[in-house]
Nanobody
Framework: QVQLVESGGGLVQAGGSLRLSCAASGRTFSRYGVGWFRQATGKEREFVASIKWSGYITDYADSVKGRFTISRDNTKNTVYLQMNSMKIEDTAVYYC?????????????????WGQGTQVTVSS
């Protein structure tokens, strides 16, 4: 069983930066691939970024490539999403999810555990 808690969301101006954290319980977090997803009001949940359980392979949605960076620190049981050059269209609730020995899928139903989400709002 893994519990995930996101933090770091908030209000930021366009062009600014935020860093989201996904803190996990459990001693085997290093065996989980982690994905970040987001859901804007009235839209479906979409893939943002992922990192393989081994931590060496990452993947990004085209809309965030070059602006967002996913990383993990297994000593802290935490995965981060650094968001730079933010745009108004990045406004959404951001969720992290974990898949046992996951390779970092962009498909939500591959993931076993989800956090409660954190709101990110980008203003003009």
């Amino acid at each position: 069983q893994v519990q995930l808690v996101e933090s770091g969301g908030g209000l930021v101006q366009a062009g600014g930066s935020l860093r989201l954290s996904c803190a996990a319980s459990g001693r085997t977090f290093s065996r989980y691939g982690v994905g970040w997803f987001r859901q804007a009001t009235g839209k479906e949940r979409e893939f943002v970024a992922s990192i393989k359980w081994s931590g060496y392979i990452t993947d990004y949605a085209d809309s965030v490539k070059g602006r967002f960076t996913i990383s993990r620190d297994n000593t802290k049981n935490t995965v981060y999403l650094q968001m730079n050059s933010m745009k108004i269209e990045d406004t959404a609730v951001y969720y992290c999810a974990a898949e046992y020995y996951g390779s970092g899928s962009g498909t939500p139903n591959r993931y076993d555990y989800w956090g409660q989400g954190t709101q990110v709002t980008v203003s003009s």
